[in-house]
């Protein structure tokens, strides 16, 4: 049985003081919106949910590097059957912030023909990157099915004519806030941090 989405949007922030946190995390982060047990938790149940969906199926995942690293080590160690796993990199953001034109720059190392694709992304905001990297997949690479699992999603995000975009697994729904650590970065940094992040709008707009 699928559960729940769970959603974060009326959760308060979690204050780095009150675990261990480094010195950057102290300067930097508004608070802490999910601790990674409670994200390893709940990447075992999608893992759950993802193996009895695809017992008889031939399941590879496809990590959209490189803010998908950390899920994607997590999700795969929690599927009890065999799977491949590769990844592809896409190009969105023209700065740090705005989406921009995406392109398709790294083509997944695993024969994908035949296929049942699941691509495994760290968060789905516009929904245009999830949309172009389904419609790619589908045109280049000839997989028998694709479906998305997303460990993020700020659901109030969409752009217009995206609004029906919508991962197939998804762990967390989160507010309109511009989140790092756990893989996610800006401008590159807070990639290693544990625990997901809201990151100070000062740093931000620096
Ligand atoms: P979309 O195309 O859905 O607007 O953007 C998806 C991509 O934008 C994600 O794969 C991620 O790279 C980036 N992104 C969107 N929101 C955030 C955020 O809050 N934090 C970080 N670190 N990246 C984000
Ligand atoms: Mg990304």
Known sequence: MKDEVIDLRNTPLISPQSIRSPKYALRDFAGILVLNGEIVLRTNKLAHDIQNDYESKKLVLVGV?????????????????????????????????????????????????????????????????????IDEIKQKFNPNTVKTCSLLDKAEKRAPGFENVVADYTGFIIPDEFVVGYGLDFADNYRGYRHIAVLKPEVFSK
């Open 65 to 133: 590097l490189d803010g998908s690293v950390h899920f994607i080590k997590d999700l795969s160690e929690g599927i009890g059957i065999p799977i491949k796993r590769t990844f592809i990199k896409v190009s969105s953001y023209r700065d740090n912030t705005t989406s921009g034109e995406i392109e398709l720059h790294l083509n997944p190392m695993i024969n994908l023909n035949g296929m049942d694709v699941l691509i495994v992304e760290d968060i789905v905001d516009s929904g245009k990157t999830l949309q172009f990297i």
